[in-house]
């Protein structure tokens, strides 16, 4: 199965432009990246994917590399409530008939006044 | 609209005895996903269930099990409970099956097991 790399942790300023980055080497040429969020004690929160053309939405931005070995997720304007920790996920297509999502260990995100 | 809610809350148990969590999905969606967070692992699929259906299923051994009901919400049953069963349990609802890009999945906030 494909695997993603997150650092473990990051802290961005706030307002500034939060980037988390994401190693996905091993992905196939199928598989979609995801993004979701866990904000502590809530399950986690969907936030964008793409499978090979940069995506935006109100959210944040998703950058993938031609090679689609990497990605970022970019807050543009980081603000308190964006602390959470980011799961970088990639959804697998079927080898055994069923579709699932790997998630990474996540990078916990702190927002810094 | 109400999100996804999963009762109990919480929940302790013993080694050895079985447990049943519940999912209520968002209403009009008819996928449901389990999943089991733990500090070492992290988040991990279990299986979904579409239209009464197990559509897929995770790496878990046959103690996991589930169903789907006619209106959608879901159970899940544990049977001989571990140690490392021990976890968070999320539950999340898509409109369409997740394996169909674009059908985002909403979690709930999880029934947080422990078993001693």
């Known amino acids: 199965d494909a695997k993603t790399t997150q650092p473990p942790s990051m802290d961005c300023a706030e307002g500034r432009a939060a980037n988390l980055p994401c190693n996905h080497s091993?992905?196939?040429?199928?598989?979609?990246v995801y993004w979701y969020r866990q904000i502590h004690s809530q399950g986690p929160q969907y936030i964008i994917h793409g499978l090979k053309n940069n995506e935006t939405n109100e959210m944040a931005s998703l950058i993938i590399t031609e090679d689609r070995k990497s990605s970022t997720l970019i807050l543009p304007h980081a603000t308190l409530r964006d602390t959470a920790v980011y799961y970088c996920?990639?959804?697998?297509?079927?080898?055994?008939?069923?579709?699932?999502?790997?998630f990474g260990t996540g990078t916990r995100l702190k927002v810094l006044a | 609209k109400a999100g996804v809610t999963q009762t109990p809350r919480y929940l302790i148990k013993t080694r050895g005895q079985q447990v049943t969590l519940s999912c209520s999905p968002i209403s009009g969606h008819r996928s449901v996903s389990w999943y089991q967070q733990t500090p070492g692992q992290g988040l991990q699929f279990l299986f979904e269930y579409f239209s009464e259906t197990q559509r897929n299923k995770g790496n878990f051994p046959g103690r996991f099990s589930g169903r789907q009901f006619s209106n959608s919400r879901s159970e899940m049953n544990v049977s001989t409970l571990e140690l490392g069963d021990s976890a968070l349990y999320l539950c999340?609802?898509?409109?369409?099956?997740?394996?169909?890009?674009?059908?985002?999945?909403?979690f709930g906030p999880g029934t947080r097991l422990t078993v001693l």
């Open positions: 091993t992905i196939s040429g199928n598989e979609y």
């Open positions: 999340a609802s898509s409109f369409g099956s997740y394996a169909v890009v674009g059908n985002e999945q909403f």
């Open positions: 996920i990639v959804r697998v297509s079927p080898t055994s008939g069923t579709y699932k999502y790997i």
